[in-house]
């Protein structure tokens, strides 16, 4: 079974081979990515649970540059509309939820993931591609497909629980993340838009 660190360093390498943006739910999935691999295109959210796949359909919407979603279970459960809107995004749209069953950053309370299934929903919403991985290198295989193929994709990811100790907290303030990133828009000739966050 993956581990969450090594998710996000696949994650994070297909996002950087096609400049990709991501959008990454709170809690502990946003630290970790920030200690792997911060980048500009990196929005971490901050204490806006559930809302990463929203922004990321919006931002597909205004740009041409492909947009990653990743969520961890409790994220994903508590803003489950938003896969509804999935058929909304144009262009590259890939929704990753790295599911451990766990609210991990509160203290490992159990979540109901376990009794639900991430892939029927998607698939009931409308995403082109749906599927499950429990290995890297299937994740790897599944992300470069749907990034190549331009597709609005749902990767559902098993995870174990990290056991180490919590990385570092993201040390930008919500108006720094913002600035970073909209500045890296500015340098990119894929823009077709001007996008505004």
Excluded: W
């Excluded at 082109?128 to 992300?143: I, K, P, R, W």
């Excluded at 749907?146 to 995870?159: E, L, P």
């Amino acid at each position: 079974m993956l581990t969450r660190d090594d998710a996000l360093a696949r994650i994070a390498r297909a996002a950087g081979a096609e400049d990709a943006a991501v959008f990454i739910g709170n809690g502990l999935n946003p630290r970790a990515l920030y200690a792997l691999e911060d980048r500009a295109r990196n929005f971490y959210m901050m204490g806006s649970m559930g809302l990463a796949l929203p922004l990321a359909i919006g931002f597909s919407r205004r740009s041409g540059i492909p947009a990653l979603a990743v969520e961890g279970d409790g994220n994903a459960l508590m803003g489950l509309s938003g896969t509804a809107l999935a058929p909304a995004a144009r262009g590259t749209l890939v929704h990753i939820v790295l599911d451990n069953e766990a609210y991990e950053s509160t203290g490992g309370q159990r979540t109901p993931a376990p009794g639900f299934s991430f892939t029927t929903a998607a698939r009931a919403a409308g995403y082109t591609t749906v599927v499950s991985v429990t290995d890297g290198d299937a994740l790897s295989d599944a992300l470069s497909g749907v990034i190549a193929g331009k597709r609005t994709g749902f990767i559902h990811v098993r995870t174990a629980v990290d056991s180490g100790p919590p990385p570092p907290r993201v040390p930008f303030h919500p108006a720094e993340i913002t600035r970073r990133f909209t500045a890296s828009l500015r340098t990119s000739d894929t823009v077709r838009n001007e996008v505004a966050l």
